[in-house]
């Protein structure tokens, strides 16, 4: 069945460093992708989304292009924030309007 | 927009209680799904609603049952609740034709405890 892995986190890293989170993804077809971050007590926000191969999503300084030939997806941003801290998920969509997520991977920024 | 709303935000629960956890939506949206969401384990889906008046399992429906009660409004009842279903629980909504592409959007989320 389709499923999405993510690398292990926690990730932590300085304010400014440069951010990479893996994702790499297995589906039949030509899924969606998505990136969700969760705040601390908060529910998921969509991050941002890419729905074909080459597709580049981007939001608020973070990246992520659709990579139909390594299956992967992965989020970059150039420069982090210590209000960029939380948990991130990568997902795909998996026949109509159903989302398969990862297990998710919590990103530390310290001042 | 007040967007997904849930109630309650946390719960307590005894071994065999049962309790309703409600969710609504104000976007219009014909889908709704409930998530739980465990450690090391990402969101899991429970049940969805492709549009009102239908329902179907998802990947973890066992000592669930849902109510799509109208377009708005979906909830999630534990008929009797086990210490396995300790979790936090996430309603979600989408409509590709607003969306197009799968977009969905999340509540704040119900934190579940049973002892």
């Known amino acids: 069945g389709d499923s999405v892995t993510q690398m292990e986190g926690p990730v932590t890293l300085s304010e400014e460093a440069f951010l990479t989170i893996n994702c790499t993804y297995t589906a039949t077809g030509y899924p969606s992708l998505f990136w969700y971050v969760q705040y601390p007590g908060e529910g998921l926000q969509l991050l941002l989304k890419a729905t074909k191969a080459d597709d580049k999503g981007s939001n608020k300084g973070f990246e992520a292009t659709y990579r139909k030939e390594t299956t992967s997806f992965h989020l970059e941003k150039g420069s982090v924030q210590v209000s960029d801290s939380a948990v991130y998920f990568c997902?795909?969509?998996?026949?109509?309007?159903?989302?398969?997520f990862g297990t998710g991977t919590r990103l530390l920024v310290s001042p | 927009n007040a967007g997904v709303t849930q109630t309650p935000k946390f719960q307590v629960l005894k071994t065999g209680q049962s309790m309703t956890l409600q969710c609504a939506q104000d976007m219009n949206h014909n889908s709704m799904y409930w998530y739980r969401q465990d450690p090391g384990m990402g969101l899991r889906l429970i049940y969805y609603?492709?549009?009102?008046?239908?329902?179907d399992k998802g990947e973890v429906p066992n000592g669930y049952n849902v109510s799509r009660l109208n377009k708005r409004e979906f909830s999630l009842r534990l008929e009797s609740a086990a210490p396995s279903q300790t979790s936090v629980y996430f309603c979600?909504?989408?409509?590709?034709?607003?969306?197009?592409?799968?977009?969905?959007?999340f509540g704040p989320g119900t934190r579940l405890t049973v002892l």
């Open positions: 979600a909504s989408s409509d590709r034709a607003s969306g197009g592409t799968d977009t969905q959007y």
């Open positions: 997902a795909l969509s998996a026949g109509f309007q159903k989302l398969v």
């Open positions: 609603s492709a549009s009102e008046g239908t329902t």
